[in-house]
C-alpha cells in the first residue's frame, strides 16, 4: 500500500471532522451479555500487522466512525457475522476471525426502539480492502484511515471511556494477533483501488492461534488455499457485499470460561500505549447493565 505521511490531504480531511456528544453507555470489558439483553449493534477494532485501526470518515459531514452497524436478520444473532457484513458493505473489507471485547450497555434503547439493548465491541485482523464504493445501505462513501488507536479514540471523541475500550483492544490484538502494543503513528489513506493489508493471516489467525468467537465454519465459507484466493478477489473487486472469511465467528462469546463467569483482558503489556487508571466502578461487571 502507498503509505501516506500526513499529507496535505489528510490534513484537510481531519479538519473537517466533527465528533458527536457521546452517549454515556456503561462499557462492560470481557462480560458476557446477560441473557435477555438483545444484541442489537456490533462495531469492530480491525487491525493492521503494525497495531494502527481502520477509521472511517465520512468526507460530507465529518463524522468518525469504526467499521459495523446494526445486526440484520441473515446474521442470525452473531455480532461477529454483522461485523464481517458490515465491513464489507462500508469499507470494502475481510477480516479475520473476530475477538469479543466486551458491550455497551444502551440504557435508552435508542438501537431498540427504546428498549434497552447491548452493543457489542470486537477486534479482529484487517485482512484486505476492496476498490472503495458507497455503502449500499446508506449511500455513504467513507475515507478509509490507518491510525494508531489513541488517535482513533480522539477522533472518534470517545474520551477515557473510549480508551479503556482500545485497551483491551490493543490488548486482545496483541496477544491473538500478534500486532504491536505500540502502534505505527503514521496517517495512512488505504489506496482508492484497494490492497492486502494483513498478509498470511488465516484460520486461527495470529501466533496466538487464540479461541475467537466459535471455530466453526459456516455454509459457504472458504478454507486453506481458498483463503488467499479470497484476498484477491477483494482486492480486485470481484466479491460483491460481505466477504467469507475461515476465521468470521458463529457464537458469542470468545475466550470466556466455560462456567460461564467473566474473563478480564488479558494483563496488558508493559509500557502500553493506552496506559490509564483503574477502571471506573461504572465500567465494572455487574448483575445487570447499570450504572451512570
Not at 487491525?47 to 485501526?53: E, K, L
Not at 465491541?121 to 491510525?147: E, N
Not at 486461527?204 to 492461534?209: F, H, L
Request: aromatic share 4%; hydrophobic share 35%; net charge neutral.
Amino acid at each position: 500500500m502507498s503509505r501516506i505521511e500526513y499529507s496535505a490531504e489528510i490534513a484537510e480531511l481531519l479538519g473537517r471532522v466533527r465528533r458527536r456528544p457521546t452517549a454515556g453507555w456503561p462499557w462492560r470489558p470481557g462480560e458476557r451479555v446477560p441473557p435477555g439483553l438483545p444484541v442489537k449493534q456490533s462495531w469492530g477494532w480491525l487491525f493492521a500487522p503494525d497495531g494502527r485501526v481502520l477509521t472511517l470518515v465520512n468526507p460530507r459531514d465529518g463524522i468518525v466512525s469504526l467499521p459495523g452497524g446494526s445486526l440484520e436478520p441473515e446474521d442470525a444473532g452473531d455480532p461477529g457475522s454483522a461485523l464481517a457484513r458490515e465491513a464489507g458493505e462500508e469499507a470494502q473489507a475481510l477480516i479475520g476471525t473476530a475477538y469479543y471485547l466486551g458491550y455497551l450497555y444502551d440504557r435508552v434503547g435508542s438501537a431498540n426502539g427504546g428498549h434497552e439493548c447491548a452493543r457489542v465491541r470486537m477486534a479482529a485482523a484487517l485482512r484486505a480492502v476492496g476498490p472503495s464504493v458507497p455503502d449500499p445501505a446508506s449511500g455513504r462513501h467513507y475515507r478509509r484511515l490507518l491510525v494508531a488507536p489513541g488517535l482513533a479514540v480522539e477522533l472518534l471523541g470517545w474520551g477515557t471511556p473510549g480508551l479503556r475500550q482500545a485497551r483491551a483492544a490493543v490488548t486482545t490484538a496483541a496477544r491473538w494477533l500478534g500486532v504491536p502494543a505500540v502502534a505505527n503513528e503514521t496517517i495512512e489513506e488505504l489506496p482508492l483501488d484497494g490492497c492486502e493489508v494483513f498478509p498470511g493471516v488465516g484460520p486461527g489467525d495470529g501466533p496466538g492461534a487464540g479461541p475467537g468467537v466459535g471455530r466453526g465454519t459456516a455454509p459457504g465459507e472458504v478454507q486453506g488455499a481458498a483463503v488467499q484466493g479470497a484476498v484477491q478477489d477483494v482486492v480486485r473487486g470481484t466479491v460483491q457485499g460481505a466477504p467469507a472469511d475461515p476465521g468470521r465467528p458463529s457464537a458469542l462469546p470468545p475466550h470466556l470460561p466455560p462456567n460461564g463467569s467473566s474473563a478480564r483482558p488479558p494483563k496488558r503489556p508493559p509500557d502500553h500505549p493506552l496506559d490509564l487508571p483503574p477502571d471506573h466502578p461504572s465500567d465494572r461487571p455487574s448483575n445487570r447493565a447499570g450504572g451512570s
